[in-house]
């Protein structure tokens, strides 16, 4: 018997088992009409958000539509080699109702921040299952609602363990590290939106270390003017994946050289992994990296995220991100 690695499951499993046992609170936005704690297995469930949540359960037997963004989502495409068959009734933002019926769903997982699309669906007489995580323990949550409905709350318990661990582990790498806190500033898709004090991206950005120069901004994020950028005067940028442009966007700008981010070249942009996600470890292990590059290693980085990888999601880490 590998003793190491009999050890390692049974820890996995404590933790799964402390998972459980705290037993997920319902949101009164979440909701199927008169569904109670443990949400009920489903069997036909249509994926307009949360796919890259539900990438690890392994549970595409159970899905019979997906979002129509899901088909380009680069870890989809790695996980389900039938990704392109998976029918799609529109987005968590247009929906085909012509299709959506077709499909015959038992539950619709979309996001409790188009009340509109939730209020079409319901009209129709279409169960929905709705969430938005907005801090670190919705997202445990959310993903505890989807082990519940696909039939794989051990695996979820799992997921949530691995991703703890993780983060646990940057945690207290970046505890260790002597002197001020990086600051930081994480740009969204106009470069002078900055992340507030809500949301999965400041949580994320205190845990690896650095101290969010928005945290005054109570909001998850506000559109602020170059001069507040300039006094505010980050050590460290980093820019969302989506936006439409980058690092040397921002070096090539007049307006941000004397940022003292853009004077020693500590601009970075992030992947396009959703921070929604079992990814969200590889944004924390990248952010640690990019705040604290002596100290955290690019070969450390890489490690953890193998091993990750390997355990979380049964594929190899894209080496080239």
Known sequence: MNFKKEKTRLLTLIVCLAVLTAAPKLSAQAVEPGAAAPLPEKHRIVLLEG???SAPLGAWDRVVGISSYAYDNDLLQRLV??????PSPGTGFAINMEVMLALRPDLVVTWSRKPEVLDYLKRHGIPVLSFYPENL?????DLMRLGQIFGKTIRAGEVSGLIRQNLAAIQQRVANIPGERVRVVWLWGKPTIITGNKGVTHELINLTGGRNLGAH???????????????????????WGSAIYGPDDLKRDPKWQTVQAVKQNRVFKASRASNWSPRIVDLAWWMAHCCYPQEISRTE???????????????PYPEGN
């Not at 080699?81 to 998976?86: G, T, V």
């Not at 323990?137 to 949550?141: E, G, I, R, S, T």
């Not at 901004?217 to 820019?239: G, K, T």
């Open 301 to 315: 980085m890489l490690a953890a995220l193998r091993q990750y990888y390997n355990a979380c999601l049964g594929i």
């Open 217 to 239: 901004i109570d909001d998850f994020n506000r559109d602020i003017s170059m001069e507040e950028i300039v006094a505010l005067n980050p050590e460290v940028i980093l820019i």
């Open 81 to 86: 080699p039938q990704l392109r068959e998976i």
């Open 51 to 53: 796919y890259e949540l």
């Open 137 to 141: 323990a919705d997202l445990y949550q």
